[in-house]
T-cell receptor
Framework: DAGVTQSPTHLIKTRGQQVTLRCSPKSGHDTVSWYQQALGQGPQFIFQYYEEEERQRGNFPDRFSGHQFPNYSSELNVNALLLGDSALYLC????????????FGEGSWLTVV | AQSVAQPEDQVNVAEGNPLTVKCTYSVSGNPYLFWYVQYPNRGLQFLLKYITGDNLVKGSYGFEAEFNKSQTSFHLKKPSALVSDSALYFCAVRDNTGTYKYIFGTGTRLKVLA
């Protein structure tokens, strides 16, 4: 049973560029959430997708957008990258038998230079 | 508003000794409480949760946590620490008022000394 998978693992982007991160949820899960974890901090909620719609959003600017596909996989897009966007981006899935528990992937390390 | 506090940045404990990692929370409704562990350069792994019922919950790798409603706490415990337990531990909370957002603490680094 595959867990939550994310790609790419690491990437380096230049200020002003755009990035797309991808996530496949755990088998049986239909809900995907994205979190940003800056160095030395706890994860911060970006948004959650369910039934291909953004169900809830955290305090992140509109530069952060997402999408959920019919197979429940998801993308996180960040436009006009800033140095402060450098962080570990974590995808978490839930739903079905997992109830209220969210399960995380290994994350995508984004460095903005 | 929901919030979580982990008052200790680091906890040191000798191998074989009991360990406690502290967490206090604030929510509007009833809390859903979680503990996760993060190893270097990895994602977060689920350890245990409290939703309702028995105040003492048991989780993976011999960890347990005690929910205390009056003190709004959910401390993580283990009777006998292992060197391999050394990692970063996060407490998280969500309430039952309709939000889907989990609030995480800033993390506590556990160091188990051989």
């Amino acid at each position: 049973d595959a867990g939550v998978t994310q790609s790419p693992t690491h990437l380096i982007k230049t200020r002003g560029q755009q990035v797309t991160l991808r996530c496949s949820p755990k088998s049986g899960h239909d809900t995907v959430s994205w979190y940003q974890q800056a160095l030395g901090q706890g994860p911060q909620f970006i948004f959650q997708y369910y039934e291909e719609e953004e169900r809830q959003r955290g305090n992140f600017p509109d530069r952060f957008s997402g999408h959920q596909f019919p197979n429940y996989s998801s993308e996180l897009n960040v436009n006009a990258l800033l140095l402060g966007d450098s962080a570990l981006y974590l995808c978490a899935s839930s739903g079905g038998y997992s109830g209220n528990t969210i399960y995380f992937g290994e994350g995508s390390w984004l460095t903005v230079v | 508003a929901q919030s979580v506090a982990q008052p200790e940045d680091q906890v040191n404990v000798a191998e074989g000794n009991p360990l406690t990692v502290k967490c206090t929370y604030s929510v509007s409704g009833n809390p859903y409480l979680f503990w996760y562990v993060q190893y270097p350069n990895r994602g977060l792994q689920f350890l245990l949760k409290y939703i309702t019922g028995d105040n003492l919950v048991k989780g993976s790798y011999g960890f347990e946590a005690e929910f205390n409603k009056s003190q709004t706490s959910f401390h993580l415990k283990k009777p006998s620490a292992l060197v391999s337990d050394s990692a970063l531990y996060f407490c998280a909370v969500r309430d039952n008022t309709g939000t889907y957002k989990y609030i995480f603490g800033t993390g506590t680094r556990l160091k188990v000394l051989a």
